[in-house]
């Protein structure tokens, strides 16, 4: 059986006020306590986001941006998990803001939205649009402001079920949504770094893209090709990756089968 390899990262910051939101210290999310929703990025399916935080940031909030060459203003704002949405505005601080109420405690915010797309208190679907992605309020430039508290408190953010860094500045750390995608594709996590992409199954394919570190990949297919031995692990299935558009060897596909249960033949 494959060691499942799991991207384990929770930072500790001084975290202070900001623009009148009162900030809250980290928190381990303690035994016991209800249930987390399975939250997902709140950017639409396959498309690829950097993120940071930063010590004036207030509770736990991660800041997201674009990094696959589409524009982040405009981009839609996805529900992570579904609830019952709030509409609100400040206009020296988050500006433009949705808040989610999941139910057991568990809430999520987004900030500095250009413009809302649901009424107050609507209840919404995960993936459903909830605004669009702009600069309003106390903001330098169109980005996600994105937290997830639990009784009023901010937590280290989890995206489907997996902790994210904390990096100080954006191009650190990505990742790629699989919210909305509608069963397009099966989700999968990859891990290890610098994984080729190629053309097709083959070592000797063009590298159509280069996966840097663990992500989210939707898997459309499978077939079998070349031979590839890395990190100790032998395999010739490969999956076709719907949004790389390209196929890795299934060694990096964070599964223990070599064939993949459920994924249909190239």
């Known amino acids: 059986m494959r060691f499942l390899r799991r991207l384990a990262v929770l930072a500790v910051a001084a975290l202070t006020a900001f623009a009148g939101l009162s900030a809250a210290p980290a928190h381990a999310r303690e035994a016991g306590a209800t249930a987390a929703p399975v939250f997902k990025a709140p950017y639409p399916c396959g498309q690829r986001w950097t993120y940071s935080h930063h010590s004036a940031e207030v509770r736990r909030a991660l800041d997201f941006v674009r990094a696959d060459g589409g524009s982040t203003a405009g981009t839609p704002v996805l529900a992570s998990a579904a609830g019952r949405a709030t509409r609100h505005w400040q206009a020296d601080g988050a500006g433009n803001y949705i808040v989610i109420d999941h139910g057991g405690g568990w809430a999520t915010y987004y900030f500095h939205l250009a413009a809302f797309s649901v009424p107050s208190g609507t209840s919404v679907a995960q993936g459903q649009q909830i605004g669009t992605t702009g600069s309003t309020g106390n903001s330098s430039g169109a980005h996600i402001h994105y937290e997830q508290l639990l009784n009023g408190v901010g ?27 509608g069963g397009a594709g099966t989700v999968f996590s990859t891990w ?69 249960p459920g994924v249909p033949l190239c």
């Open 155 to 181: 937590q280290n953010i989890v995206i489907n079920g997996a902790g994210l860094p904390y990096p100080g500045s954006y191009h650190q750390a990505y990742l790629t949504s699989d919210n909305g995608c």
């Open 192 to 260: 290890g770094t610098g994984v080729n992409v190629r053309s097709d199954a083959r070592l000797s394919a063009p590298v159509v893209t280069t996966l840097s570190g663990p992500t989210t990949v939707r898997v459309v297919c499978q077939k079998q090709g070349d031979t590839v031995t890395a990190e100790g692990y032998t395999n010739n299935w490969w999956s076709k990756l719907l949004d790389q558009n390209g196929f890795i060897t299934n060694i990096y596909i964070d599964h223990p089968d070599a064939k993949l």
